[in-house]
């Protein structure tokens, strides 16, 4: 069972530019979750989506959005790219309409950095 | 406010010696989940163990072991004769039980184990 996909692996981009990243969850899973890790605010919680419908949303400016697809693949958007977007983004999916029973697995994650 | 509080910055260790991970959480949920990931160099969070709640039996899974005791709201986790390929940063996480924390995890700040030969 493949497990949950996050492409690219690496980006570089320019301040002032917009990135858009992916996320294909655990076959089945239908709920995917994004988080950022940067070294000064560790892992913080962006958004979580469930059926195509974001459900909860962190404490981030409206620069930072997402999407979800009907085959439950997730995207993420950072318009108007700062220096301090630069982070490891990470997703997770999880079966069970995202209960935290049913646990979250990650991805590998997207390390952006911005110059 | 920070939920989950990992006070332990880094931990270093020699080979085959026992380390401790501390891990206290605050929640008003009467259910709520723990968990523990690690994070090697590679990035990806790897699921190590999850309790809910409810279940406050602490147990061993080959080298790991926990200690959930809802009293203290701790959740420390266990490595018994570490290895090198422990080195990795372990995480604590908290995620509450009600429909709009769903998909939601509230991590620690992370330990950093480094293990020597």
Partial sequence: KAGVTQTPRYLIKTRGQQVTLSCSPISGHRSVSWYQQTPGQGLQFLFEYFSETQRNKGNFPGRFSGRQFSNSRSEMNVSTLELGDSALYLCASSNGQGRPNYGYTFGSGTRLTVV | AQKVTQA?????????????????????????????Y?????????????????????????????????????????????????????????????ADSWGKLQFGAGTQVVVTP
């Fill in chain 2, 8 to 36: 332990q910055t880094e931990i270093s260790v020699v080979e085959k010696e026992d380390v401790t991970l501390d891990c206290v959480y605050e929640t008003r949920d009467t259910t709520y989940y723990l968990f523990w």
């Fill in chain 2, 38 to 98: 690690k994070q090697p160099p590679s990035g990806e969070l790897v699921f190590l163990i999850r309790r809910n709640s409810f279940d406050e039996q602490n147990e061993i899974s080959g080298r790991y072991s926990w200690n959930f005791q809802k009293s203290t709201s701790s959740f420390n986790f266990t490595i018994t004769a570490s290895q090198v390929v422990d080195s990795a940063v372990y995480f604590c996480a908290l995620s509450e039980a009600g």
